[in-house]
């Protein structure tokens, strides 16, 4: 005969078990946990233009292995072209100035005072904003570098060149008013000597413009891979659109996120192992450089299902960029110091 269980060992049984099911379901979803999953991924390139440009080639295409120096594509400023082409044609009837009278001096000189007028007030326009932009650029890359994230830096030098360009194209066009003037309110001033300060001033403005011109052709500031092109052939861009991007040849970090309803006392510093997943057994060390300070949603790739949205914290992972993970890649993420009644 089977023994028979009295009621009170029963109950007891019962209050045991479901007192181990309380504590395993609380330490789930409210213990500390020491892995989450998250993508594989690297910062990007991105190649964009200051103004708006029309895509003339594309040197690249998606995938392909580019290197620093490579030609990526060559852009056309219309705007830019049709003063390129208003400075020629000035400077070819330069010339042609030298039969002016007096009159025609006066009116001259007055024109030319309103004209440096507007011209100067455009300058310094374009000049704030290229300094309003690099002061942006600048806070940005400290926001990233305040979270952490390593290799967050952005070249600032070409922006400089601008503003220093911008400047002394000023004082270029305001020597050349001035010496203009001079020439046309001197009664024996020489309308050649005129004609010939008013062509190398045309010549200087046609050199910077030269200059932006080259910056047309864009070529690349980074070793990696063109990840995608956004735009063909004959297509106008807006400023600051993207054209290309370009990551690198293996991930360089990992964005993963905790659940929310998990507890972690996970810090910047902690050392994790980094895990492809699925049939790959690819792996590589970590560390952790920066823990979001909010809730966010999940990208929908780690949602459980894809009609129920997930939240939690964004953690950032800084993996060698000598690994065998591919870029976008879902991983898992095991901190290597395992919490049990506190760090060992």
């Known amino acids: 005969m089977h023994r028979r269980i009295m009621p009170s060992k029963l109950s007891g ?20 946990r020491t892995d989450f999953r998250g993508i594989a991924e690297d910062a990007k390139t991105v190649v964009s233009s200051e103004s708006a440009v029309e895509v003339l080639e594309i040197r690249v295409q998606p995938g392909q292995i580019v290197a ?18 208003e400075v020629q044609h000035d400077i070819e009837g330069a010339y042609g100035d030298a039969n002016l009278n007096n009159s025609e001096s006066q009116r001259r000189v007055a024109e030319l005072r309103a004209g440096f007028a507007s011209r100067r007030a455009e300058l310094l326009g374009e000049i704030r904003t290229l300094v309003d932009l690099n002061s942006r650029n ?46 046309l309110m001197g009664s024996k001033g020489s ?14 403005e046609l050199a910077i413009l030269r200059e932006e011109e080259k910056r047309l052709v864009i070529l690349s500031s980074a070793n990696g891979v063109v990840d995608s092109i956004n735009n063909r052939l004959g297509e106008k861009v807006s400023p600051f659109s993207p054209i290309l991007t370009i990551s ?34 690819a792996k590589v060390g970590g560390t952790v450089i920066g823990l979001g300070s909010r809730i966010v949603e999940l990208p929908m790739r780690l949602w459980k299902a894809p009609d129920m949205p997930m939240w939690g914290r964004e953690v950032i992972v800084r993996i060698d960029p000598k690994n065998l993970l591919l870029q976008g890649e879902m991983v898992s993420v095991h901190r290597m110091l395992h919490r049990i009644g506190g760090k060992q």
């Open 138 to 183: 600048r806070s940005l890359v400290a926001g990233f570098k305040a979270m952490g994230v390593q290799g967050a830096e952005t070249d600032s030098s070409g922006l400089q060149e601008q503003i220093q360009a911008l400047r002394h194209q000023i004082e270029v066009e305001e020597t050349g008013m001035k010496n203009q003037i001079a020439l």
């Open 13 to 32: 049984i019962v209050w045991s078990g479901t007192l181990v099911a309380t504590a395993g379901l609380t330490w789930f979803f409210h213990g500390d």
């Open 68 to 85: 620093v120096g490579d030609t990526l594509v060559r852009l056309r400023n219309p705007e830019l072209a049709m003063h390129i082409a």
């Open 191 to 204: 309308m050649t000597k005129l004609a010939a300060s008013r062509e190398d001033a045309l010549r200087n």
């Open 248 to 281: 690198g040849h293996s991930p360089s970090l990992v964005r993963g996120y905790v659940h929310e309803r998990v507890r972690t006392d996970m810090t910047l510093g902690d050392s994790v192992e980094v895990v492809a997943l699925g049939m790959r057994s």
